[in-house]
Nanobody
Framework: QVQLVESGGGLVQIGGSLRLSCAAS????????MGWFRQAPGKEREFVGA????????VYPDSVKGRFTISRDNAKNTGYLQMNSLKPEDTAVYYC????????????????????WGQGTQVTVSS
């Protein structure tokens, strides 16, 4: 099993930045692709991006492309979500997730395709 713990959430002004971290333990982190999702109140969980086992490939939806960057440090068993130019609509609980299947096809966009999840961290963007 893999245990995931997110950190770095908080309150930020419109246009500001935050970096979320996802610390992994339990298994070799480099054997898992990592995804980031978010969920706002009353809405479905939304795909925010994903990164391959080695970190050589990242994918993003149009809603965050150019503003969010996912990275990972397998030596530190940690993944990151750098969020810039934040907007009020980015307000949500953010989750990291891991799966053994690398980024193939488009299945990485579906939350049901991930095996392990963190507890989530709240990000609030306000004026």
């Amino acid at each position: 099993q893999v245990q995931l713990v997110e950190s770095g959430g908080g309150l930020v002004q419109i246009g500001g930045s935050l970096r979320l971290s996802c610390a992994a333990s339990g298994r070799t982190f480099g054997n898992y692709a990592m995804g980031w999702f978010r969920q706002a109140p009353g809405k479905e969980r939304e795909f925010v991006g994903a990164i391959s086992w080695s970190g050589g490939r990242t994918v993003y939806p149009d809603s965050v492309k150019g503003r969010f960057t996912i990275s990972r440090d397998n030596a530190k068993n940690t993944g990151y979500l750098q969020m810039n130019s934040l907007k009020p609509e980015d307000t949500a609980v953010y989750y990291c997730a891991a799966r053994t299947t690398n980024l193939s096809g488009t299945t990485y966009r579906a939350s049901g395709q991930y095996d392990y999840w963190g507890q989530g961290t709240q990000v609030t963007v306000s004026s």
